[in-house]
Structure formats: C-alpha cells, structure tokens
C-alpha cells in the first residue's frame, strides 16, 4: 500500500480523510473537491501551504476518478 513517509505526507493523508464533506457534485459525476474549504482546513490543522499545493491535486485526480468510476459501476453504465 502506499503510505505517507513523511510527517507532511501524514498531515495531507489526515486532512484528506476530513475532506467527504467537501465534495463538489453534479448529478451522476463527482467534479473535486472544494479547493477553497480543503486549503483553509489544511491551514486550519498546520499543513504547509506549499504541501498542500503538491499533493492535493494529485489526490484530488485520483480520488474523482475513482468515485466515479464506483458510481458507473453500481449505476449499471448509466448516466443522468
């Protein structure tokens, strides 16, 4: 699995995982997350904003399109 090594990289995996309620949706689609909301909690919780530069994108990417990869699978292939 990949793992943060570093103490940073922890700091991103943590606020990540407080960003659920964060989601930017359309009908059928995940778009991102709320870069505004997600830079300010990482503020928030001491995350460098250089960190949060570097890898929230990446995650972001991954993130969308997972979900909607998940959601055109239990929705059959459907959209809308």
Do not use: C, F, Y
């Amino acid at each position: 699995m990949n793992r943060p090594v570093t103490h940073e990289g922890w700091q991103v995996w943590d606020l990540v995982g407080r960003l659920g309620g964060q989601l930017r949706v359309l009908p059928g689609a995940v778009i991102g997350w709320d870069m505004g909301a997600a830079l300010v909690l990482g503020n928030a919780l001491g995350v460098p904003p250089l960190v949060l530069a570097e890898l929230l994108p990446v995650i972001e990417a991954v993130m969308v399109a997972k979900l909607n990869e998940q959601m055109e699978h239990s929705d059959g292939g459907k959209t809308g």
